[in-house]
């Protein structure tokens, strides 16, 4: 199985975390648990006599397992939360741990445009480009500029004092958008940001966690698994870490 990522344009980036593709070429399906990570996706995927389709993937706050088919092909668009409002003007807030099928030709991307993941890239970033809103709120900006520089590791108090917006007024915000408060969103990040050093056999705090007891069950509740089995990762069944070696 082939997996591969390449980052966005810069005018993009405030917007799109990553582009990633899937290949698998066997005809076994793959079995993978998907962990939280902060983000939502957009993926187009053909696999051998099926429909080519796109799916719209909201935030996951729970680890769930899945397979990957045999003989599919998946590109795909990683987004930060801003493109939620200031790219695709939709709210998440009902689509935490789901999916929704979104209609044909979405994008003017087809079949034909995953057969080159460098031609797809490109593609899609024009489209993008062009959709982005004007008048972004700077707050809303900053608060998640601080979010990912700071490996969700801030307080929402210090969050809000950050960048002079109350906690109750980014909370009805992050409800309101994402379905979940800004705490959860920064836990969820905290903890995909811990997988690298987890991949690395560092198997103890080294963000804003209270102690060792605390990592540990935070790494359970997202992973259902302790610290070291994810970092065994057998048979490469936690897709978001096989994918980091990619990178």
């Not at 005809?27 to 990570?37: F, M, N, S």
């Not at 939620?84 to 445009?113: C, H, S, T, V």
């Not at 809000?160 to 980014?170: F, T």
Request: proline share 4%.
């Amino acid at each position: 199985m082939e997996l591969k990522s390449i980052q966005p344009v810069k005018n993009l980036t405030d917007f799109v975390e990553s582009f990633w593709m899937i290949r698998n070429d066997s005809a076994e399906e793959k079995e993978i648990i998907v962990l939280p990570d902060g983000r939502f996706d957009i993926i187009f995927s053909v696999a051998a006599d099926k429909d080519f389709h796109a799916t719209l993937r909201g935030l996951d706050t729970r680890p769930e397992q899945g397979a990957i088919p045999g003989h599919i092909v998946m590109f795909a668009v990683s987004f930060k939360l801003l493109a939620i409002e200031y790219l695709l003007d939709i709210k998440m807030a009902a689509m935490l741990n789901e999916g929704q099928r979104l209609p044909d030709g979405f994008w003017n991307i087809g079949p034909d445009d995953l057969e080159d993941f460098e031609v797809f890239c490109t593609k899609i970033s024009g489209t993008m480009l062009g959709l982005v809103k004007p008048g972004i709120d700077n707050r809303k900006k900053e608060l998640f500029d601080l979010i990912y520089a700071s490996n969700g590791s801030l307080t929402v108090q210090e969050l809000a004092d950050r960048v002079a917006w109350s906690r109750r007024q980014i909370n009805r915000y992050f409800n309101e958008q994402f379905g979940i408060s800004l705490k959860a969103y920064c836990n969820i990040f905290r903890f995909k940001v811990s997988l690298q050093q987890i991949k690395e056999g560092r198997l103890f705090p080294e963000l804003n966690f209270a102690d060792q007891t605390h990592f540990i069950k935070e790494v359970k509740r997202f992973s259902g698994v302790s610290p070291k089995e994810l970092a065994k990762n057998t048979n490469g069944r936690f897709i978001l870490l096989s994918d980091m070696s990619q990178q």
